[in-house]
């Protein structure tokens, strides 16, 4: 008989509980349709650090002790019944899904992670766990907003990506994707490129090039004070189908842009799916604004995003056809250095994900 692997995790053992507290960790076999994933690299998100920060303020349904986390990269060590894409050995990029479910086997900040089959790609040989890592709850974010019907209800991204033109010869519209030097900006550019329509993006001035690398045709300045007056030009005589927005004040500036906007060629969608981010649009008012709620539906084996997981990204990665964006940031190895990088972000980072080996 195998022996079990010996596990531990950097637990958030109570509300507001600092530092995170590294010990022993159950290790849970894989169920029906999961994988068991032995952790090689961890993405830190700011929902981590708001999570410990906040307490209870935020995400009040998470019961404590907990393990936190949503990105992994590593090697696939057990598989469920019915799991057909992996094996033990595979290199792999995962969500690690305990916000939607609150179950502490699919936590992040631990050795060995349960994750879900279908959320689930495969690591090409030409990329590393660390750069693996920066991608899957932008994956999972950025799809949500982009394609779910309950959102902007887009076309799925497909290799090669969907021509900007229906068969009519029409364009197919232009999207506003905000904050695209950040991981869930630049998935979110890379996506709706890759179905096919035309992305403009905010970002600051020294990341103009990398956000046009990714697919927009046009970047402005987000702290530019005529923001709205710029996107509005971008996308003037085009159909507009709406906006992803993240960061404080972005949701504001965009919705004056989708209110403003000529409908000369199509009726333009006033929504706004908000990852992040203060605003003070008005409830109920001529645009909408909803956030990206990560629930248990998004992340189970019906979802909409499993195309993306299964389909789009396995054959874009090994193409090169989607970058690993933005570049990782090693903090240091080890769950002990977890609490360090919370703080590196913390202090706040451009064009970076922070990751920390394991």
Same mark, same amino acid.
């Given at each position: 008989?195998?022996?079990?692997p010996?596990?531990?995790?950097?637990?958030?053992?109570?509300?507001?509980?600092?530092?995170?507290?590294?010990?022993?960790?159950?290790?849970?076999?894989?169920?029906?349709?999961?994988?068991?994933i032995?952790?090689?690299?961890?993405?830190?998100?700011?929902?981590?650090?708001?999570?410990?920060?906040e307490?209870?303020?935020?995400?009040?349904?998470?019961?404590?002790?907990?393990?936190?986390?949503?990105?992994?990269?590593?090697?696939?060590?057990?598989?469920?019944?019915?799991?057909?894409?992996?094996?033990?050995?595979?290199?792999?990029?995962?969500?690690?899904?305990?916000?939607?479910?609150?179950?502490?086997p699919?936590?992040?900040?631990?050795?060995?992670?349960?994750?879900?089959?279908?959320?689930?790609?495969?690591?090409?040989?030409?990329?590393?766990?660390?750069?693996g890592?920066?991608?899957?709850?932008? =994956? @999972?974010? /950025?799809?949500? *907003?982009?394609? +779910?019907?309950?959102? %902007?209800? #887009?076309?799925?991204?497909?290799?090669?990506?969907?021509p900007?033109?229906?068969?009519?010869?029409?364009?197919?519209?232009?999207?506003?994707?905000?904050?695209?030097?950040?991981?869930?900006?630049?998935?979110g550019?890379q996506?709706?490129?890759?179905?096919?329509?035309?992305?403009?993006?905010?970002?600051?001035?020294?990341n103009?090039?990398?956000?046009?690398?990714?697919?927009?045709?046009?970047?402005?300045?987000?702290?530019?004070?005529?923001?709205?007056?710029? =996107? @509005?030009? /971008?996308?003037? *005589?085009?159909? +507009?189908?709406?906006? %992803?927005? #993240?960061g404080?004040?972005t949701?504001?500036?965009?919705?004056?842009?989708?209110?403003?906007?000529?409908?000369?060629?199509?009726?333009?969608?006033?929504?706004?799916?908000?990852?992040?981010?203060?605003?003070s649009?008005?409830?109920?008012?001529?645009?909408?604004?909803?956030?990206?709620?990560?629930?248990?539906?998004v992340?189970?084996?019906?979802?909409p995003?499993?195309?993306?997981?299964?389909?789009?990204?396995?054959?874009?990665?090994?193409?090169g056809?989607?970058?690993?964006?933005?570049?990782?940031d090693?903090?240091?190895?080890?769950?002990?250095?977890?609490?360090?990088?919370?703080?590196?972000l913390?202090?706040?980072?451009?064009?970076?994900?922070?990751?920390?080996q394991?």
């Amino acid at each position: 008989m195998a022996q079990t692997p010996v596990n531990q995790a950097a637990w958030l053992k109570s509300s507001q509980a600092t530092p995170l507290e590294v010990g022993p960790a159950p290790y849970t076999p894989p169920a029906p349709g999961q994988l068991v994933i032995k952790n090689a690299a961890l993405g830190i998100n700011p929902i981590d650090v708001r999570k410990q920060t906040e307490g209870d303020g935020i995400l009040p349904h998470i019961r404590y002790p907990t393990i936190f986390g949503e990105d992994i990269a590593g090697t696939v060590v057990a598989t469920g019944e019915g799991v057909t894409r992996f094996k033990p050995g595979d290199r792999v990029l995962a969500v690690a899904g305990l916000i939607p479910t609150n179950n502490t086997p699919e936590g992040a900040f631990q050795l060995y992670t349960v994750a879900r089959e279908w959320l689930t790609t495969p690591l090409p040989d030409h990329m590393s766990f660390e750069q693996g890592c920066v991608l899957p709850l932008a =994956l @999972l974010v /950025a799809g949500t *907003g982009l394609f +779910l019907k309950d959102y %902007l209800g #887009l076309d799925s991204p497909t290799v090669p990506a969907r021509p900007k033109t229906n068969d009519d010869g029409s364009a197919r519209g232009v999207v506003i994707v905000a904050g695209g030097a950040s991981a869930v900006g630049g998935t979110g550019v890379q996506l709706a490129a890759a179905a096919g329509y035309e992305v403009v993006s905010t970002s600051s001035p020294r990341n103009f090039d990398l956000v046009k690398g990714l697919g927009a045709t046009h970047v402005v300045d987000y702290r530019s004070p005529t923001v709205a007056d710029e =996107l @509005l030009d /971008a996308v003037r *005589g085009k159909q +507009l189908l709406g906006a %992803l927005s #993240l960061g404080d004040g972005t949701a504001d500036y965009l919705a004056d842009v989708l209110r403003r906007h000529e409908e000369s060629a199509g009726p333009t969608k006033k929504f706004i799916a908000r990852a992040e981010g203060k605003h003070s649009v008005e409830e109920g008012g001529e645009v909408a604004v909803k956030f990206i709620l990560i629930s248990p539906q998004v992340i189970g084996p019906e979802t909409p995003l499993r195309q993306i997981f299964e389909a789009y990204l396995p054959r874009a990665l090994a193409e090169g056809r989607f970058e690993a964006r933005p570049v990782p940031d090693v903090v240091g190895k080890g769950l002990d250095r977890i609490q360090d990088a919370f703080e590196v972000l913390r202090k706040g980072v451009s064009a970076k994900k922070i990751v920390v080996q394991l």
